[in-house]
C-alpha cells in the first residue's frame, strides 16, 4: 500500500514535470488592499509549491459584489471553482445544495486529510452542518473588537480602556469634556451593535437558534435589550458620544484622524490601523452592558470562508482540494493571521503564533481570538444562519440610520426591521 | 449688445468665471489629491495644495498597476476603453446607417414594425434589464470578450433616428436624378447618400464615442478578467474595499486619466460635437 | 420623400443587424424579465415556482416601492430644475459678452464628456464628512453635513453630481436659442426704454420656452436613467433609501438582493412606463420635424 502510494506519487509527478500546461483554478476574492496583495503571495506559492494546478486569484471587488458576481456567474455556468463568501451569505449558499461541493466531502473525495477538530470550535461552527460536517472552508474569520486612541485617553486622564456599556459613556463624556469631539464610532452596525451585541448578551438575534434549528426562524432582535442599547446610542449620536459614519468601515477615517477617541471594528483591521494611525492605539474587547448581563458571553465571527462551487472538472477539483489543504497548514496559516489580523482558524497555527512571541510584541493581537474563546457558545451565541441575509442587513442598516437621524425611535425602527426582515426570511424559506 | 452698460459686462464676466471656477472646482481637487500619499487620506482632511507625490502616483498608476484590486497598468484599460467604445461608435453608426437607408428609401411589408422595434431599444438602459441580458451574453460564451462589451450596447436607436432625419431632408429630386442616371440602391448609398451625411456621421461618432467611452455598469459586470477591465469601470473597483482602505490618490489619477480622453474629443471637436449634440437630440 | 426604391429582399437584408442586435441583447432580455417577474427562482437558478402575480402584488404593497418613486421624482425634477437654471443663467450671461464667447463655452461643456460615475466620486471626496474640503467650509459655516446619516444632504450631494455634467448640454441648448432670438425684436424694446432685466422676462425668456420645455424633458429623461452610475459611486441609494431611484432599485434588488422575481416585476413597470414615455416623446418629436 504505502509503495503503490510512493509509485503514485512518482508517477503524479513525472507527468507533472512533462505536461506543461497546470490545471488552472479561479478564485474570487474580495480581499482588497494590501490583504489582496498578500492573496496573490499565498496562491503565487501555492503555484510555485507543485506544477499541475495553478490558482489564480481575481478580485471581484467588495464582499456582496463578490458573492452576487459568482451567483450571477453560476447561473450563466461560468462560475469560479472556489469563491469567497461572507458570513451573512452563509445561509444562502447553505441552501444552493445542487450548486456547492462541500467542503468535507471534496477533502474526502480526493484524499486530503481533513479533520474538523484541528480548527477553532467557534470558527467551524459557522460554516457546519447540522451534522456537524464543514461546508466550506474557513479562510478570514474576524470578530469586533474596541480600537482606542491612548494619546486622547491620556490627555483627559483615563487610564484604562472601558470594559462596559456603562463606562464607554462616562468615559466619552469625559473625552468629550477634554475637547475631543466625538466619543466612538462604529463599523457595520449590524454586525457589531446587533448580531454580535445579542450573542455577547445572550440574547436571541432570531429563533430557532438564530436559524440553525430551521429555516422557519423569525427575527427576535426587537427584544428590550437590543431596543434598550439602540435607544442608547440614539441618544448618545446627539450628544456626541457616538458619531455614526456608514455601513460599512467607511467609519474608520474618524477615528484615525482623532475626531473619535474609540472605534469599534473587525480585529482585522489592525493592519490597516497601524498603517494609518500616527498616535498609539489600543485594542480590548467589545463592551457589554453591566447591568444585563453579569459575565458576556464570546462574540461571533464575522468575514468570509471559501465555497467550491459545482460544475468543473475532476482535475480541477483535485486541484482546489490540494490548495485548501495548503491554506490549512499552520505556516500559511499563521503568516496570514499574523499579517492581516484575520483570527488564525485552527489550533496549530494559533499555538504556531504564540510560540513565535507575535502576541507579545504586538499587544491587543490576540483581542479577538481571547474574546472569540473565552466562553463556550450558547444557542444565541454560536452564530447566524439565516437567508437572505444580504438584504436583510441592508434593511437593518435603513432602519438604524433612520433611529440615529432621529426620525424614528429604537423600537419603531426595530419592530420595522423585524417585520421586513421576516418577508425575506419567508420568500428565501419558499425559494428552497 | 444694445447698449454698453459696464457693470452689467462686469457682472456677465464675473457669472462667467465663477461658473467656470465651480465647474472646475471638484477636478482642482482631484488634481490636488492626485499628487499626496495615501496616508494624507487617512488620517483628516484632503490636502487644498498640491503634494510632492505627482510623479510617483502618476507614472506607476499610468504604468505599473492603477491600484488595489485592478492589477492591470492605466494605459492597458485606456487601450480596452478605446477598443469598447470604437467598437460601440462604429458598431452603432453603420448598422444604423444600414437600417435607417432602409426605412426612408424602401416601402416593404412590416416596415412600421420594424421600425418601432429598433425604436423601443431607444430608452430602456441596460441597467433595467441588467440580469437577463447577462445570462444572454453569457450563454453566448461571450464574458470576457471585446464583443461582450460592445455588441449589446449597439443595441439603441438614437443614430438610427438621427440617419432617418437626415435622409429624409435629402430633396426626392435627387434621389430621381439618380435613377435616371440607372444608379441602382447600392451605388447611390454610397454615390451620394454616405457623401452627404458626412458631417452628421461625424458629430455622431463623436457623441457615440464619449457615450462608449463612459460605460461604466455593463463592462463592471461582463468583465471578470482584468485582461478585459476598462477605465471607467475599474473606479468601482478601487473604491468598494471592504478589507482595506481606498487609496484615493490613485483613484484621483485613474478618474483624471479616465476623464481626459473624452473632454479632448469634446474640446478639440466642440464644433461636431456641438452639431452632434443638437442632431441628435431633434 | 416620394421616392423610393423597389427592392423586396434588400431593405430586410439592410435591416438584417439591426433587427438581430436588437432581438438577441433587447427583446429576449426583455421577454425573459417580463417571464421572471411571475417566479419565484432561488438566487442560483436551481428551482423556480410559477407564482403568478405575487411578485406585483407584493411590490404594489410594498411602502418603500411608493418611496423610490418619491425619491425618482424629486431627484429628477431636483437635477431638471437647478440644471436648467444654472445653465440659462451661464448662457445669458454668455450671449452678452461679446469677448472671449467661445473661450467660455469651452470651459463649460467639458463636463459633459465626464462619465456620471466619474462625477459622482469627484462631488464625493468633495463632500466627504471626515475628510472633503466642502464639508469642512460647511461646518465653519455652522452646517453639519454628514449624507451618511443625513437623507436629505445625501440627495442634495447626488443632485448635485448628477446636475454638474448637465449644465454643459443645457448651455449650449440655451445659448443657440438666445442666438436665435432676432435682434430686432430686442432693439425695439430697448428704444421703448425696456430694462435688459424686463427685456428678458417679457420678450427672450417666452421665445425660449420651447428650448426649455424640451430640455426638461431631456433633463428629466436623463436623471431617470442616465444617472445610475452617480448614484451607485456615491450613496448606493442610502442612507435609509432616500437616494434609491427606481432604476437603481431594479438592479440593487435583482443583482445586489437577488430577488430575481421582484426586480423582474420592477423591471416590468419600468418598461411600461418607458412605452408610454416613448410614445409622448415620439409623437413630440414627430410633431416637431415636421410641423
Redesign the interface.
Known amino acids: 500500500m504505502q509503495s503503490f502510494k510512493l509509485a503514485s506519487v512518482v508517477i503524479g509527478m513525472s507527468i507533472a514535470s512533462v505536461s506543461f500546461a497546470a490545471t488552472e483554478v479561479e478564485w474570487w476574492h474580495a480581499m482588497g488592499g494590501a490583504n489582496g496583495e498578500k492573496v496573490n503571495e499565498i496562491a503565487q506559492a501555492f503555484n510555485e509549491s507543485q506544477g499541475a494546478y495553478t490558482v489564480k486569484p481575481v478580485y471581484k471587488g467588495n464582499y456582496t459584489e463578490t458573492m452576487t458576481s459568482a451567483i450571477a456567474a453560476f447561473r450563466a455556468k461560468k462560475q469560479p471553482a472556489i469563491v469567497q463568501v461572507f458570513e451573512v451569505g452563509t445561509a444562502s449558499m447553505m441552501a444552493a445544495k445542487g450548486a456547492i461541493y462541500p467542503v468535507y466531502e471534496l477533502m474526502s473525495d480526493f484524499g486530503q486529510p481533513f479533520k474538523a477538530s484541528d480548527y477553532l470550535s467557534s470558527v467551524t461552527g459557522y460554516y457546519s452542518d447540522v451534522d456537524g460536517n464543514i461546508l466550506s472552508m474557513p479562510f478570514n474569520s474576524s470578530t469586533p473588537v474596541l480600537f482606542y486612541n491612548k494619546e486622547l485617553f491620556a490627555k483627559a486622564g483615563i487610564s484604562s480602556a472601558p470594559t462596559t456599556w456603562e463606562q464607554m459613556e462616562t468615559v466619552s463624556e469625559k473625552l468629550l469634556k477634554n475637547g475631543v469631539s466625538c466619543g466612538f464610532t462604529t463599523s457595520w452596525q449590524s454586525w457589531i451593535q446587533l448580531e454580535n451585541f445579542s450573542a455577547r448578551h445572550d440574547v436571541p438575534f432570531a429563533t430557532e437558534e438564530n436559524g440553525f434549528g430551521g429555516m422557519n426562524t423569525e427575527f427576535a432582535f426587537n427584544g428590550p435589550t437590543q431596543v434598550a442599547h439602540i435607544q442608547k446610542m440614539s441618544e448618545w449620536q446627539k450628544s456626541g458620544v457616538f458619531s455614526y459614519a456608514g455601513r460599512r468601515s467607511d467609519s474608520a477615517p474618524k477615528f484615525y484622524s482623532q475626531e473619535c477617541a474609540m472605534y469599534m471594528g473587525s480585529s482585522a483591521g489592525y493592519a490597516g490601523m497601524k498603517r494609518n494611525t500616527s498616535f498609539d492605539f489600543g485594542v480590548s474587547q467589545l463592551p457589554y452592558w453591566e447591568s444585563k448581563i453579569e459575565k458576556p458571553n464570546n462574540t461571533i465571527i464575522g468575514g468570509a470562508s471559501l465555497w467550491v462551487l459545482k460544475g468543473h472538472s475532476e482535475e480541477e477539483y483535485r486541484g482546489v482540494a490540494s490548495f485548501l489543504s495548503f491554506l490549512s497548514r499552520a505556516d500559511v496559516q499563521a503568516d496570514w493571521h499574523q499579517f492581516s489580523g484575520y483570527l488564525p482558524i485552527t489550533h496549530a497555527a494559533y499555538g504556531l503564533t504564540k510560540g513565535q512571541g507575535y502576541y507579545e510584541k504586538n499587544l491587543g493581537t490576540e483581542t479577538g481570538v481571547i474574546q472569540m474563546t473565552s466562553t463556550t457558545p450558547t444557542a444565541n451565541s454560536k452564530g447566524l444562519r439565516l437567508g437572505n441575509f444580504v438584504q436583510i442587513r441592508d434593511i437593518i442598516n435603513e432602519s438604524l440610520e433612520g433611529v440615529w437621524s432621529g426620525q424614528t425611535t429604537a423600537q419603531e425602527a426595530l419592530d420595522s426591521a423585524v417585520k421586513r426582515g421576516n418577508a425575506l426570511l419567508r420568500k428565501f424559506e419558499k425559494a428552497n | 449688445?444694445?447698449?454698453n452698460?459696464p457693470w452689467?459686462?462686469f457682472?456677465?464676466?464675473l457669472?462667467?468665471l465663477f461658473?467656470?471656477a465651480l465647474?472646475?472646482?471638484?477636478?482642482w481637487?482631484?488634481l490636488v489629491?492626485s499628487t499626496h500619499p495615501t496616508?494624507a487620506?487617512?488620517?483628516?482632511?484632503?490636502p487644498?495644495w498640491f503634494g510632492d507625490q505627482a510623479l510617483q502616483n502618476w507614472g506607476s498608476v499610468l504604468f505599473d498597476n492603477a491600484g488595489?484590486?485592478?492589477?492591470v497598468p492605466v494605459w492597458y484599460m485606456m487601450l480596452n476603453s478605446l477598443i469598447m467604445a470604437l467598437g460601440i461608435t462604429i458598431g452603432k453608426i453603420?448598422?444604423?446607417l444600414?437600417?435607417a437607408?432602409?426605412?426612408?428609401?424602401?416601402?416593404?411589408p412590416f416596415?412600421h414594425l420594424?421600425f418601432w422595434?429598433?425604436?423601443?431599444?431607444?430608452?430602456?438602459?441596460v441597467?433595467?434589464?441588467?440580469?437577463?441580458?447577462?445570462?444572454?451574453?453569457?450563454?453566448?460564451n461571450m464574458?470576457n470578450s471585446y464583443a461582450g462589451l460592445t455588441?449589446?450596447l449597439?443595441?439603441s436607436a438614437t443614430a438610427?433616428f438621427l440617419f432617418r432625419?437626415c435622409f429624409?431632408s435629402i430633396p426626392?429630386e435627387l434621389?430621381?436624378a439618380a435613377?435616371i442616371d440607372g444608379a441602382?440602391?447600392i451605388r447611390?448609398f454610397f454615390d451620394i447618400l454616405l457623401p452627404l451625411s458626412r458631417t452628421n456621421i461625424a458629430a455622431l461618432f463623436v457623441i457615440m464615442f464619449?457615450y462608449g467611452?463612459?460605460?461604466?455598469?455593463w463592462p463592471l459586470?461582463v468583465t471578470?478578467?482584468?485582461a478585459y477591465y476598462t477605465l471607467?469601470m475599474s473606479?468601482?473597483?478601487m473604491?468598494?474595499?471592504?478589507?482595506?482602505?481606498v487609496?484615493?490618490n490613485r483613484?484621483?489619477v485613474t478618474?483624471l486619466l479616465?476623464?481626459l480622453p473624452?473632454?479632448a474629443?469634446?474640446?478639440g471637436m466642440?464644433k461636431l460635437?456641438?452639431k452632434g449634440?443638437?442632431d441628435a437630440?431633434? | 420623400m416620394s421616392v423610393y426604391f423597389p427592392h423586396k429582399k434588400l431593405p430586410y437584408l439592410l435591416l438584417l443587424p439591426q433587427l438581430v442586435i436588437t432581438f438577441i441583447f433587447f427583446l429576449w432580455p426583455a421577454e425573459q424579465a417580463f417571464e421572471q417577474a411571475f417566479y419565484q427562482e432561488d438566487p442560483f437558478g436551481l428551482s423556480r415556482t410559477f407564482i403568478g402575480l405575487d411578485n406585483f402584488i407584493s411590490l404594489f404593497s410594498d411602502p418603500i416601492y411608493y418611496e423610490s418613486m418619491l425619491v425618482t421624482l424629486v431627484f429628477s425634477f431636483s437635477v431638471a430644475f437647478l440644471g436648467l437654471s444654472i445653465a440659462l443663467w451661464l448662457a445669458v450671461m454668455a450671449d452678452r459678452v461679446i469677448h472671449g464667447k467661445l473661450a467660455y463655452q469651452t470651459m463649460l461643456i467639458w463636463p459633459y464628456a465626464v462619465a456620471p460615475v466619474l462625477a459622482g466620486v469627484l462631488w464625493w471626496i468633495l463632500f466627504d464628512p471626515s475628510m472633503g474640503p466642502v464639508a469642512l467650509w460647511l461646518k465653519y459655516l455652522g452646517v453639519n453635513w454628514d449624507h451618511y446619516l443625513n437623507g436629505d444632504q445625501a440627495m442634495i450631494l447626488v443632485v448635485i453630481s448628477a446636475t454638474w455634467k448637465q449644465i454643459s448640454y443645457n448651455f449650449l441648448f440655451f445659448l443657440a436659442g438666445l442666438q436665435a432670438v432676432p435682434r430686432s425684436l430686442i432693439e425695439a424694446a430697448s428704444i421703448d426704454g425696456a430694462t435688459p432685466f424686463k427685456r428678458f422676462w417679457t420678450i427672450v425668456f417666452p421665445l425660449l420656452s420651447p428650448t426649455t420645455f424640451f430640455l426638461l424633458v431631456v433633463n428629466l429623461v436623463y436623471a431617470f436613467f442616465d444617472t445610475f452610475g452617480v448614484i451607485d459611486a456615491t450613496t448606493q441609494g442610502g442612507p435609509g433609501v432616500s437616494t434609491a431611484t427606481m432604476v437603481y432599485k431594479v438592479f440593487s434588488d435583482g443583482f445586489i438582493g437577488l430577488d430575481l422575481g421582484g426586480s423582474a416585476a420592477q423591471s416590468v413597470v419600468l418598461m411600461f412606463l418607458v412605452g408610454i414615455m416613448t410614445v409622448i416623446q415620439f409623437r413630440y418629436i414627430e410633431r416637431k420635424v415636421e410641423y
Request: hydrophobic share 55%; net charge negative; glycine share 6%.
Open positions: 449688445m444694445i447698449e452698460r452689467l459686462t457682472v456677465s464676466h457669472s462667467l461658473g467656470i465647474v472646475a472646482l471638484p477636478v481637487v482631484a489629491a496616508s487620506f487617512g488620517a483628516g482632511h484632503i487644498l488595489s484590486g485592478v492589477d453603420l448598422i444604423s444600414l437600417s437607408y432602409a426605412i426612408v428609401y424602401f416601402r416593404f416596415r420594424c422595434v429598433i425604436f423601443i431599444t431607444l430608452m430602456l438602459p441597467e433595467v434589464r441588467i440580469v437577463p441580458t447577462y445570462e444572454v451574453v453569457a450563454n453566448l464574458l455588441l449589446p449597439i443595441a438610427t432625419q429624409m426626392g434621389v430621381e435613377r441602382g440602391p447611390f464619449i467611452w463612459n460605460q461604466y455598469l459586470i471578470t478578467d482584468d471607467v473606479i468601482k473597483r473604491l468598494s474595499v471592504d478589507n482595506g482602505d487609496e484615493w483613484v484621483m478618474t479616465a476623464m473624452p473632454i474629443v469634446v474640446v466642440q460635437f456641438v449634440l443638437v437630440e431633434k
